[in-house]
């Protein structure tokens, strides 16, 4: 019987500003998706990192199951209810359409999903991370599916060798979903051509080149394409299969010990890096900084275990201080160079209005006499 995992988030609003949801939303959406089990779905957890919460659901349906979405929908509604009744800042956040209208794509919430017939067992991780963009998964699925210096198993399992298919979505295109497919190792250099640009390439899919199995999947979210405005970052999920036919859980981990800067932190519109935190971590300092947490667990007919918590050990407190220092590095350029986003990404329309408001300002020197040849080639 084939096993559908579905998770989809949403900030609906949070404590103390963009910080993290309280317990009383939390227990609203829990005892909301909990109707679900009745019928739809077999099991579900609801988990957070920051403000965002995620709806990690396990059912029969397929991907894009109108009532599966729905149930997500309306326990965010429910939730968004709470929030403005607790007074919780940016209630409602990202539901960004009225009403529901078959499917959260392109309504706001982040969504990633995968369908597969279970191996006899079936460990897989989930992703949440607050304060970036989904292009912050480029480099770790990068690294750990396409790098042999990352992923030892590219050499050493016979499954894996054959390397993996990714499909890469174009995000800065709006009409449609515009995608690519790519295969390692032959289209290394290709791959890393467009995973270059985090905010336009972003890592949909990965496939199995052994068995064709779905290995990974991404929420591809732009809340700015969808709303024409800044309505608050795309905080992305992700699922990963792991272990024999796929890379392994420590090789699917690795790369985050880099700590890599991504785009977001503050206001959706600078550059921090990507902290790996335990769960329940909220955001901090300048709003930040861009984290991830990590979430294991094996389902089995339809059954999720209870999650282990990936970045809950004692290595990654080492790269936990080199994040806060790498951040710190990075904010004491404030707005200069790399250090803020560049004009087309920004999230605030502020900048928009500044040279807006200075362009009258703006001369432009009258242009200097031609010069004469004799100055030009002096004799
Ligand atoms: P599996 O072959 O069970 O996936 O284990 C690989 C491994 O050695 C994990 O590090
Ligand atoms: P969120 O997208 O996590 O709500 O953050 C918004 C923001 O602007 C933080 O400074
Ligand atoms: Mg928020
Ligand atoms: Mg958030």
Same mark, same amino acid.
């Given at each position: 019987m084939m096993t559908t995992l579905t998770v989809i988030k949403a900030d609906v609003g949070s404590i103390g500003g963009h910080v993290a949801p309280s317990r009383n939303l939390l227990d609203t959406i829990s005892r909301h998706v909990a109707r679900g089990m009745d019928d739809l779905i077999s099991d579900f957890y609801v988990a957070h990192t920051g403000d965002d919460i995620a709806i990690l659901m396990v059912h029969d349906k397929g991907v894009g199951h109108e009532e599966i979405h729905r149930l997500a929908w309306e326990a965010f509604k429910a939730g968004t209810a709470t929030a403005q009744e607790q007074g919780l800042?940016?209630? #409602?956040?990202?539901?960004?359409? $009225?009403?529901?209208? #078959?499917?959260v794509k392109g309504a706001g919430p982040a969504v990633a999903e995968m369908e597969f017939q279970p191996r006899a067992n079936e460990p897989f991780l989930m992703f949440l991370a607050d304060k @970036?963009?989904?292009?912050?998964?480029n480099l770790p699925l990068y690294l750990a599916f396409a790098d042999p210096m990352n992923t030892g198993g590219l050499l050493l399992s016979p499954e894996i060798t054959k390397g993996f298919r990714f499909r890469v979505m $174009?995000?800065?295109? @709006?009409? #449609?979903d515009r995608v690519i497919e790519l295969a390692t190792p032959e289209d290394l250099y290709n791959l890393a051509a467009l995973l270059r640009d985090n905010d336009r390439f972003v890592v949909e899919s990965i496939f199995s080149r052994h068995d064709g199995e779905q290995a990974a999947a991404v929420s591809t979210t732009r809340l700015h394409n969808i709303a #024409?405005?800044? @309505?608050?970052? $795309? $905080?992305p999920v992700m699922l990963v299969r792991v272990q024999k036919n796929f890379p392994a859980t420590g090789e699917i981990l690795a790369?985050?010990?880099?700590a890599h800067y991504v785009g977001g932190f503050m206001r959706g519109s600078h550059v921090g890096p990507l902290m790996p935190v335990k769960h329940g971590t909220g955001c901090s300092y300048f709003d930040g900084p861009p984290i991830v947490s990590g979430w294991g667990f094996c389902v089995k007919n339809g059954r999720l275990t209870e999650p282990v918590d990936l970045f809950d050990h004692p290595f990654w407190d080492a790269v936990r201080s080199r994040a806060a220092d790498k951040a710190m590095e990075m904010r004491r350029q404030g707005f200069s160079g790399p250090a803020m986003l560049p004009y087309s990404e920004l999230e605030y329309g502020g900048i928009v209005r500044i040279l807006e408001k200075l362009e009258p300002r703006f001369t432009i020197r009258a242009a200097k006499k031609e010069a004469k040849e004799t100055e030009l080639v002096p004799a």
């Open positions: 800042y940016g209630a #409602g956040q990202d539901l960004l359409v $009225d009403s529901f209208s #078959g499917n @970036t963009e989904p292009g912050a998964y $174009d995000v800065s295109y @709006t009409h #449609g #024409g405005k800044y @309505t608050g970052k $795309d $905080d790369p985050y010990a880099i």
